[in-house]
């Protein structure tokens, strides 16, 4: 995807901003491509949110260059603002209105005249499946309701750049698929970009091309979730043996090349370090074949972006995986 | 594309959005109108005997209503103002005005929004009260003319006080303390001369009672609906009106254009 069009939706150069003695953000470069989806990963307080708030104008930035749609952020914030949709993460409709007066608010301030603004609320009331609740008082709205409605206030104006911060917080499993289901079509149908904040791995996972960790203020990596997930040791192949036999010729064989196997000799299984990919499992295959050894069982763990984020956020859940400093470097070199 | 009309369309567009919320919550103004409506009748039938008698014209409670009555519309306007800075710091507690922060509208059309749809509340809860005043006796021998400059004086008044108490609802940091910091708006009329003439009161408390602000904006009004001496209150209030207005005015902008609260 960011082959095609590689034109930048939001490009932001030493982005900085501090809360008195508090530095929130300390000098973050972000590049996303237009089309694309670009998630913004890191726990609480790592500042996903107010990153979100200066890219989306709601407030300034201290330091950093950024252009947000091809307009420069400090100098021209109405007409990013007239590009933009944004999401955030404390519910921004009116409770007091119903779920159409809602839309239709928006529609007459995005100034899209009478008819176009009806047929436009009609249209996203039924896309949402708000249309049943349509005239309802929105403090009645479930979360995932309320949730669905927010999004869909934000489309009204048809933004081509969508901010989502942490859009799934607080839903329950059913609700979150049907966010992602409905992010996920925006991206597909309409070819907007979307930049979301979040703190679930999977999330990211999921839905995001690329992913940029967020950790006290600082960009600690960035890439594809692939190249995230292969940034961290651990990922290794687990062979499991039908008999004691064929166990041991494993370890035998496979100690040629390695020291220290780690073994379990009850469960007949050796876990072969591995970065999970079809050429060094072929290899690894090649060799038990040689010796005409038979794994019984095979199964492959690749880390999965738990590991990846504890990994490079300093909270290490495993000792050996505290290479931070690397880890970034080999990840920003793209 | 003008920047003006869209200023106007955007204010029109947040206007009616208030207009609903009242419409919504029409108990609201009924409640705003409540107050002054209880300390009518309070003033009329508990103390408007007594007082009546002591306001010097010998007059008993039929005369105290009239006396008492530019009071009771001042406390009227304090009322629904409160209600005004409780609105706008809802407002700034909710999501939706980071939305609207983050959309390209007429950065005032929001404050414009809050500030006519009281005007229009406060004309709504003054015929209320008015219409009570009605009820139990109050009489003015104000012509047309003389009705359209009380009301005209009112809405001057009242365009001041709902600046400042959205500028008070922005400065708020709770909905809790928005409530609060208008209180004693509605207190004002009694420190002046909306209940008991203010020779009455000791030295220091009848100069502040001589010189702030509601007074002449009572004497002004009792002038227009019985018939009193207004004087230079008239020019008084239209200067005590500007200044509240255009200070506030200010005060609110700034506020407003300042970076939302770090959460």
Redesign the interface.
């Known amino acids: 995807m960011a082959g095609l069009n590689s034109a930048s939706a939001i490009s932001a150069v030493g982005l900085r901003k501090s809360y008195g003695e508090k530095l929130v953000l300390d000098g973050v470069d972000l590049e996303v491509v237009e089309g694309s989806v670009f998630a913004l990963l890191g726990p609480n307080g790592a500042g996903k949110t107010t990153a979100v708030q200066i890219l989306s104008t709601l407030i300034g930035a201290d330091g950093g260059r950024v252009r947000v749609a091809g307009h420069d952020l400090a100098r021209e914030p109405d007409a990013v603002r007239s590009v933009i949709g944004v999401t955030g993460q404390f519910s921004a409709v009116d409770g007091l209105l119903s779920g159409r007066e809602n839309l239709r608010l928006m529609a007459d301030l995005r100034h899209l005249g009478r008819a176009a603004g009806r047929a436009r609320t009609a249209e996203l009331l039924e896309r949402f499946d708000l249309a049943d609740a349509a005239d309802v008082l929105v403090s009645t709205y479930s979360g995932g309701m309320r949730r669905r409605l927010d999004l869909a206030m934000t489309l009204v104006g048809d933004p081509r750049l969508i901010f989502l911060d942490e859009p799934t917080t607080g839903l329950d499993p059913r609700s979150r698929r049907t966010m992602w289901e409905i992010i996920r079509g925006l991206v597909a149908d309409q070819g907007v970009t979307i930049f979301l904040t979040t703190q679930y791995l999977e999330e990211a996972d999921q839905l995001a091309d690329r992913i940029a960790v967020l950790d006290h203020g600082k960009l600690v990596a960035e890439g594809t979730a692939q190249e995230l997930k292969r940034l961290v040791p651990g990922g290794h192949v687990q062979l499991r043996f039908a008999d004691p036999a064929a166990f041991r010729a494993a370890v035998g064989a496979l100690s040629h090349t390695l020291e220290d196997i780690p073994r379990d000799e009850d469960a007949l299984t050796v876990q072969v370090p591995s970065d999970g990919r079809v050429r060094s499992l072929r290899a690894l295959l090649d060799l038990l074949d040689a010796q005409s050894v038979e794994a019984e069982e095979l199964s492959v763990h690749t880390p999965d972006l738990d590991d990846v984020f504890l990994a490079l956020t300093g909270r290490p859940r495993t000792p050996a995986n505290t290479d931070t400093d690397t880890a970034t470097e080999k990840a920003v070199t793209r | 594309m003008s920047s003006l009309s ?1 200023t106007l ?2 204010s029109a ?1 947040m206007l ?2 208030n207009l ?2 009242m419409l ?2 029409p108990s609201m103004t009924v409640l705003l109108a409540g107050m002054p409506v209880v300390f009518l009748l309070l003033f009329v039938y508990v103390f408007g005997g007594t007082l009546g008698a002591g306001i010097g014209s010998g007059g008993g409670r039929g005369e105290y209503i009239v006396y008492v009555m530019p009071g009771i519309l001042l406390m009227t306007v304090a009322a629904v103002a409160q209600g005004t800075a409780i609105s706008v710091a809802m407002d700034m507690t ?3 005005i ?8 007429s950065r005032g059309a929001i404050l414009t929004g809050h500030v006519v749809g009281s005007l229009i509340q406060t004309m709504i809860t003054l015929t209320i009260v008015i219409a009570v005043a009605l009820l139990v006796g109050f009489r003015s021998d104000a012509t047309p003319v003389e009705w359209l400059a009380a009301i005209g004086v009112i809405a001057m008044i009242a365009f001041a006080v709902i600046w400042l108490s959205v500028a008070l609802g922005l400065v708020s940091k709770t909905v809790e303390s928005a409530s609060n910091l208008p209180m004693p708006l509605t207190l004002l009329p009694f420190l002046g001369s909306g209940f008991v003439p203010t020779d009455s009161m000791p030295t220091g408390l009848r100069w502040f009672a001589e010189y702030q602000p509601f007074t002449p904006v009572m004497e002004t009004l009792r002038g227009l609906l019985t018939g009193t001496e207004i004087g230079n209150s008239a020019l008084q209030t239209a200067t005590w009106s500007a200044g509240i207005a255009l200070l506030s005015y200010l005060w609110a902008r700034k506020l407003y254009n300042r ?2 609260a ?2």
């Open positions: 869209h369309a955007d567009t009616r959005r609903r919320h919504r919550y909710e999501g939706i980071s939305r609207f922060r983050t959309m390209s509208i970076d939302p770090h959460k």
